[in-house]
């Protein structure tokens, strides 16, 4: 396995001010929810971990993009009836005030996404389905959302909505379990299927996370089951055509893999994903003009099942969650050549997602 070490030898002429990170956690253990941590863009190195609120299984959060609002899912089959919950919290000097919590109408939701004009997207894995809510002036939960069914779309494969991403384009919806990317837009008040309907991909290849580069041109999916990363480009029509397919793992790894997240560095230039099992965070070069991807290498998680990761408001760090091994491992990001190197770590149980209050 090669590792790749190298180190940004930019130096800020002015100290950055410190963020904060927001931590979901499993608590089937130790953990009790979400936790803030201090990040110091100047050195790399986490500080003063307290937690900020308790919730079950918070697994995915999401902040607004004013910094007022967090929300965070509750990944459980037993909140209500139906399924999970969503949690509302008014952000306030980097405390959290819970507003309120409502069922997502599906077990186990998975992920949570903002759009900017009021509507708060909930990914139920278990329930197969996706749960659309308005939200209220000061960013609390609204009753009703609109349900879409994805288990009705498909008679042989098993619905699991996995991450959902709003855009000009309209709502896309990655489903694990349909090996597709369904798409919707807004009519007459509700999200109805957009005229391209499904991006499909091949039969077990089992999307989980995707990104857009910033022109909204060139689409990203990381596929869990297949450990493949799927490249789509943007037509003159609107619709996504599949131009390349690229394996996440080395040619000498042959144990199990399941792929995780996926993130571009701010300038578009570097594609990321994770790899639960090869346990690496794998590193491609993109090329700008036609959206395309080389392979650079990876470089070890220093740690055992990296779930989400995300790269810092400086653009100069990635962080990574290993839920297994219960650490939160900060690389240095060379911004010209996209290489990771070890830093330091952090302990904390069964970590998820992170999310910075920028």
Not at 6 to 11: P, Y
Not at 38 to 44: I, K, S
Not at 191 to 203: C, E, G
């Amino acid at each position: 396995m090669m590792a790749i070490v190298a180190f940004n030898c930019k130096k800020n002429e002015v100290d950055m001010k410190a963020h904060t990170l927001f931590v979901s956690t499993y608590t089937d253990g130790e953990s009790k929810g979400i936790y803030k941590l201090v990040f110091d863009p100047n050195t790399g190195k986490l500080s003063d971990l307290t937690l900020a609120a308790a919730l079950e299984n918070p697994s995915f959060l999401t902040i607004s993009k004013d910094g007022n609002n967090l929300y965070a899912v509750q990944e459980t089959a037993d909140f209500d009836s139906l399924g999970g919950a969503v949690s509302a919290f008014k952000l306030k000097d980097g405390i959290l005030e819970l507003q309120n919590s409502m069922g997502t109408g599906g077990a186990h939701p998975c992920h949570v996404a903002l759009s900017d004009d009021g509507h708060l997207a909930v990914s139920n894995y278990t329930g197969g389905n996706l749960s659309i809510f308005d939200l209220k002036n000061d960013g609390a939960l609204k009753q009703n959302p609109q349900m879409i069914n994805h288990s009705v779309l498909d008679t042989l494969k098993k619905a699991h909505v996995h991450k959902a991403n709003f855009n000009a384009e309209g709502l896309f919806a990655s489903d694990l379990g349909l090996d597709a990317l369904k798409r919707y837009r807004k009519q007459d008040g509700n999200w109805k299927p957009a005229h391209q309907s499904s991006l499909d991909l091949p039969d077990g290849a089992g999307p989980r996370h995707f990104v857009f580069d910033s022109n909204g041109n060139y689409l990203y999916v990381i596929n869990e089951l297949n450990s493949t990363i799927s490249v789509f480009k943007r037509d003159d029509e609107g619709n996504f055509n599949k131009i390349q397919t690229e394996n996440t793992l080395a040619a000498d790894y042959n144990g199990q893999n399941a792929c995780a997240d996926i993130h571009l560095s701010p300038d578009g230039k570097f594609l990321y994903g994770s790899n639960r099992g090869e346990n690496t965070i794998v590193v491609f070069s993109v090329d700008t003009k036609n959206g395309q991807i080389s392979l650079m290498g990876r470089t070890s998680v220093y740690g055992d099942l990296p779930r989400n990761f995300t790269i810092d408001p400086s653009g100069n760090f990635v962080l990574v969650a290993n839920q297994r091994s219960e650490n939160i491992v900060v690389f240095q990001r060379n911004t010209e050549l996209g290489t990771l190197t070890y830093l330091n770590e952090t302990s904390l149980p069964a970590p998820v997602c992170l999310e910075f209050l920028e």
